[in-house]
């Protein structure tokens, strides 16, 4: 038998296959896509980013952030979730893209002409390679997710369809490699319309002025500031958005199909679905927030007794966001330590302990929270654990200090020494929440104390005489404290006097804060 002769009887008829031999072609690409997938794997840069991804989520999850990952978020949490696989999809972008060329580059081409298999079957098959990528980062979404959700102290609730982006981008990038080697044939081609694609990009989002619609249009979308907010306030198109993505990979490869001759009524019936399901969410995605959410933000800002609960425990009362009520216990024992320091009636005073969140500009809002005037309301936070802690036990002993948080702002004399001994005699390791607290993490002269209102301003003696303090053991200070509680918590007494009730040495007597203005001593 000659050459031709193999060649015709092996070359495609035409002929609609049988139902058997459809079955075999479809185990054909199916074999082929496994093969493929392989060889992405033991490609350096997929197998680099891959085992990176892999360490650095477990890094993560298991250094933990400033003892904040105590105490997870979970709306905030399944973001997180979506920054890690980019790199990733960066390189399968680039190996598919070179595999589909990879018999161009051979010259293999006219050799696989005369395969069973036509050219839009490969096509599928490169795309299919791509799956066991995006379900291996399914996994470690998954596993990053549950990792926070069991710990005792998450709250919050996640949503599936922000997890959903981390995997459907590694799919997404892996497509579009397929179709950038459909439409242009020259290996080099990759690494440049990566690039490409980060300056068109930046290019339309100046241009759009940074619009809510053009920022949905990428895979994922940040917005991480430093406020975690309930998650009914969060308003983010996230359905939508992996309805998108979702349309946009289907899509894509359909558009590759194409291109390599597939042109059958599945695949136009197909590509026709998809282009409606990313059309539909482009336009759930687009508009900005609703008039409703940011009504509600308003409220949850403005007015949080509207949309709180309040539990007692102790002499005080604890009002929290519906998701955080569970974290009321841990603010008490707080309290509690602080207040088992104070004297007069500050350890027996009942305070209102009441969480608030300025939500009126979203996840991306930094905003500071206004201090009380209350007298005896204490603010706390959305997150907690780490720093926030200390930074709490402040904001307890301010209060109990100098009886609101406003007033708390301008204390500049006894009153400053004695309101950190309490905040920081009653933590655990006094010395180390010291220099937490401090604005530049370091406690060697005039200090700005974080407190979860209005800092407090310390000058270099009044740092030393906290130090000092620190030093000894608690039990020697605490009936000093208690024994001249009245005249340690009087806007009359200087420091040099708290540093003589409290038997500390005299020092310099430096009365500069850390902004420079003069305190008196």
Not at 113 to 123: A, F, N, Q, S
Not at 218 to 225: A, K, Q, V
Not at 229 to 250: E, F, K, M, N, Q
Not at 322 to 331: I, M
Request: glycine content about 10%.
């Amino acid at each position: 038998m000659s050459a031709a002769d193999t060649i015709e009887r092996t070359a495609p008829t035409g002929v609609e296959p049988s139902a058997s031999g459809q079955g075999s072609r479809t185990r054909a690409v199916l074999a082929l896509a496994r093969f493929e997938a392989r060889e992405l794997l033991l490609q350096i840069p997929v197998f680099a980013f891959l085992v990176l991804y892999v360490v650095y989520t477990g890094w993560q999850m298991f250094s933990g952030r400033e003892g904040m990952d105590d105490f997870p978020v979970l709306q905030d949490v399944d973001r997180d979730t979506q920054s890690g696989p980019i790199l990733l999809g960066v390189a399968l972008f680039v190996c598919v893209n070179r595999a589909v060329l990879r018999s161009r580059r051979r010259d293999t081409d006219r050799h696989l002409d005369v395969l069973p298999m036509d050219p839009w079957r490969r096509t599928v098959a490169h795309g299919l390679s791509v799956v066991p990528f995006a379900a291996l980062t399914a996994l470690v979404v998954t596993f990053q997710f549950t990792w926070a959700a069991l710990k005792p102290g998450a709250v919050g609730h996640g949503s599936p369809a922000e997890l959903a982006v981390g995997p459907l981008s590694v799919l997404l990038s892996g497509i579009l490699g397929v179709l950038s080697a459909r439409l242009v044939t020259s290996s080099f081609a990759a690494p440049l319309l990566v690039v490409g694609f980060v300056a068109f990009g930046t290019l339309v989002s100046v241009g759009a002025s940074d619009a809510h619609w053009e920022r949905w249009l990428w895979p994922s979308i940040s917005e991480m500031g430093r406020t975690a907010l309930p998650s009914d306030l969060i308003g983010r198109p996230a359905a939508w958005h992996a309805l998108y993505l979702s349309g946009l990979v289907v899509l894509l490869l359909c558009l590759a199909v194409l291109r390599g001759g597939g042109r059958t009524r599945t695949t136009v019936a197909v590509t026709a679905l998809a282009l409606a399901a990313t059309g539909a969410g482009i336009a759930g995605q687009s508009p900005g927030d609703p008039a409703s959410l940011a009504a509600a933000r308003t409220e949850a800002t403005v007015t949080p007794q509207k949309v709180q609960s309040c539990v007692t425990h102790g002499r005080s009362t604890y009002c929290a966001y519906p998701e955080w009520t569970g974290r009321t216990a841990d603010w008490a024992r707080v309290v509690d330590g602080v207040q088992s320091l104070a004297g007069g009636a500050a350890g027996g005073e009942r305070l209102t302990v009441r969480q608030r969140v300025d939500a009126r500009y979203g996840l991306d809002g930094d905003a500071a929270l206004a201090p009380s005037t209350t007298r005896g309301t204490v603010t706390v936070g959305t997150r907690w654990g780490g720093n926030r802690t200390p930074e709490f036990a402040v904001g307890v002993a301010s209060v109990l200090v100098a009886g609101d948080e406003e007033s708390a702002g301008t204390m500049c004399d006894a009153r400053g020494v004695t309101a950190m001994w309490l905040a920081l005699g009653a933590l655990p390791h006094p010395k180390t929440a010291f220099t937490n607290v401090t604005l530049d993490d370091h406690v060697d002269g005039a200090e700005v104390i974080l407190a979860p209102t209005n800092p407090i301003s310390l000058t270099s003696e009044q740092t030393r005489i906290v130090q000092e303090l620190l030093q000894r053991p608690r039990y020697s200070v605490v009936p000093k404290v208690k024994a001249h509680w009245a005249e340690l918590t009087s806007p009359k007494t200087s420091t040099a006097r708290a540093a003589e009730l409290l038997g500390v040495p005299a020092g310099d007597g430096g009365t500069k804060t850390s902004d420079g203005d003069s305190c008196g001593g």
